[in-house]
């Protein structure tokens, strides 16, 4: 075969090849395909109702700071048997009669700052509970008006009690705690306080009465402190004091 002859025949083929489309294999009908499995979501775990549970109570906090002449216009004057710079504010946690949390202030001299905080200390862990707590300068400095109100406080320059000689009070030296039910009684019996007249007696149950030899009495004798409960033919039940006096 010449080459002429060769290229019209390799063209023919060409040309076939092109006009014939390729068989197709015709698709035998089948079902259509499953749907794919769906995994259902699943379903949000409930979240537990959070319930409204106290956070609890504040921790117990004291503050110790240096005392301004301010603060004390009534209890302190010149002339009163520790000098100012030696007092020293105390302000600090304390539990209620309203079972609550509340901040008070008492004054004290500066060498028993660590004991009366050791003692509040306890107190308030106890939920051992106080009326109020505030300087006696909310009274002017008027022992009776303090006690009246049921005011927990510390120090008061002023004589002690029946005496002409210095309370302790006025040292810094000394606590009246819940002074209506804890009362100043006399050896007959008596107190001055009509609001305080039935707790007069000892042991006695009740909110804030201190007792003898009671957890706050071991307190105050675990820092060296005596309690005018203690005390004979007077009591002096709200009274607390270093050392005693």
């Given at each position: ?24 294999a015709s698709a035998a009908p089948t079902e259509p395909p499953p749907a794919p499995t769906q995994t259902p979501a699943p379903s949000p775990t409930p979240t537990p109702a959070v319930s409204e549970t106290p ?191």
């Amino acid at each position: 075969m010449n080459r002429a002859t060769g290229l019209v025949m390799l063209l023919a083929t060409a040309a076939c090849a092109a006009g014939q489309e390729s068989p197709v294999a015709s698709a035998a009908p089948t079902e259509p395909p499953p749907a794919p499995t769906q995994t259902p979501a699943p379903s949000p775990t409930p979240t537990p109702a959070v319930s409204e549970t106290p956070t609890g109570p504040p921790e117990f906090t004291a503050e110790v700071s240096r005392l301004k002449r301010e603060q004390v216009p009534y209890s302190w004057r010149p002339g009163c048997p520790v000098p100012l710079g030696d007092l020293r504010l105390i302000t600090m946690t304390y539990w209620g009669f309203d079972d609550r949390a509340h901040t008070g202030e008492l004054v004290v001299r500066e060498t028993v700052t660590d004991d009366v905080v050791a003692v509040f200390r306890k107190l308030y862990g106890w939920r051992w509970p106080i009326r109020k707590m505030e300087l006696v300068d909310a009274y002017k400095a008027d022992d009776y008006d303090s006690i009246d109100a049921d005011n927990t406080s510390a120090f008061n320059c002023r004589q002690a009690t029946g005496s002409s000689n210095w309370s302790k009070h006025a040292y810094g030296e000394a606590i009246d705690i819940n002074p209506r039910e804890n009362p100043y009684v006399r050896a007959d019996g008596g107190t001055a306080h009509r609001n305080a007249k039935k707790f007069t007696r000892r042991p006695l149950e009740g909110k804030g009465v201190v007792n003898p030899a009671d957890k706050v009495v071991k307190a105050f004798q675990n820092v060296g402190w005596e309690w005018g409960g203690d005390w004979s033919g007077t009591k002096d039940y709200q009274h607390f004091s270093k050392g005693g006096g």
